[in-house]
């Protein structure tokens, strides 16, 4: 995979983040100080770029028993998770997520969990397609930065741009995931 391709894919995972940190900023009634956004930004970037890494290491270690079919199961895990991602984002429930929520510790470490837990089978799908321990350091930096980002964007942008925008930004990250999936799969099947 190139490095224009790991960003897409940090770019792809980011998305929930995204929805739930601008759903916390339209629920917020006056500003956050700057400790707290970093807190916020902080929490969501570890846990996703954490668990991205924790799931290539998964990967890795399994990843020789499953060397003739890992295209196909990259596949479906980064299908799966971009079709939950478009049916998540084009359905007519909001997350009810508030400002105390994201201030509370417990429950900004279960967001944080929540809104990563993909991470974990791209992590997966990094291994199987033999990703370097450079480009996997790389792309958890990416992940890390593009996370933190865009919890920065949904919480400062939240209260201006509306409560619409949020589950449009899930179908395009699960479009993301998808695209990144078939190139997989078909880099394997014409290798």
Known sequence: MSYIELFLLAAGLCFDTFAVSLTGGIC????????????????????????????????????????????????????YIGAKMIVEGCSKEEEAVSKSSLLNPRQLVLLSIATSIDAVAVGISLALVKLSFLKVGVCTGMVFACTALASLAGLLGGRRLGSGIGKKSEILGGVILIAIGIKILIEHLTA
């Open 28 to 79: 917020t009634r006056g500003s956050l100080c700057v400790r707290q956004i970093l807190k916020i930004i902080l929490c969501f970037a570890f846990f996703q770029a954490g668990l991205s890494f924790a799931g290539w290491l998964l990967g890795y270690s399994v990843s020789d028993y499953i060397s003739k079919v890992d295209h196909w199961v990259a596949f479906v895990l980064l299908g």
